[in-house]
T-cell receptor
């Protein structure tokens, strides 16, 4: 049963610290998405990749966020420095025709 | 820009009640439309989809019909179960399901025994 995996599932950190979230897409999926979910804003697309190349990162605050795909089996989302307003659940999704979501990383920045 | 509007929640129903969750959209072109479901502590799962006008998506007893004239994609189920308790998201994509999705705010459904 192929699934998108995300690590860590939970992260608590202090303001100013670097946070790295990782995603392993389903093998063979060529498109990977990063979403952020908050109560106030709902689900927002941060960035997405096709064949490891970034297609759209317009939803991402560029001064502190960065997203990469070092290889086809790993996508990373980094926040440096983190701020309390970054507290949210971050989802990775991968797909070919439809999107399959991972379980999310719940980030709390104190 | 493209947008999706869902009915405000939360929605609370008794088991076996009829469910409707309204969804309307604004988009350029001819979008594909989706309903996703999120169970507590989990990621989103695709529930059903429709890719052109008058298409009906269906899955697990849920249905939604793509209505171009009213720009709507309302989710319905004839008899809900406690296990249907979840958050439901309507979404659109103007470039197909493998392209970026625009989501509604979500509607929380609670079904009581």
């Amino acid at each position: 049963d192929a699934r998108v995996t995300q690590t860590p599932r939970h992260k608590v950190t202090e303001m100013g610290q670097e946070v790295t979230m990782r995603c392993q897409p389903i093998l063979g999926h060529n498109t990977v998405f990063w979403y952020r979910q908050t109560m106030m804003q709902g689900l927002e697309l941060l960035a997405y990749f096709r064949n490891r190349a970034p297609l759209d990162d317009s939803g991402m605050p560029k001064d502190r966020f960065s997203a990469e795909m070092p290889d086809a089996t790993l996508a990373t989302l980094k926040i440096q420095p983190s701020e309390p307003r970054d507290s949210a659940v971050y989802f990775c999704a991968s797909g070919l025709v439809e999107q399959f979501f991972g379980p999310g990383t719940r980030l709390t920045v104190l | 820009g493209d947008s999706v509007t869902q009915m405000e929640g939360p929605v609370t129903l008794s088991e076996e009640a009829f469910l409707t969750i309204n969804c309307t959209y604004t988009a350029t072109g001819y979008p594909s439309l989706f309903w996703y479901v999120q169970y507590p502590g989990e990621g989103l799962q695709l529930l059903l989809k429709a890719t052109k006008a008058d298409d009906k998506g269906s899955n697990k007893g849920f249905e939604a019909t793509y209505r171009k004239e009213t720009t709507s994609f309302h989710l319905e189920k004839g008899s809900v179960q406690v296990s249907d308790s979840a958050v439901y998201f309507c979404a659109l994509s103007t470039q197909g399901g493998s392209e970026k999705l625009v989501f509604g705010k979500g509607t929380k459904l609670t079904v009581n025994p």
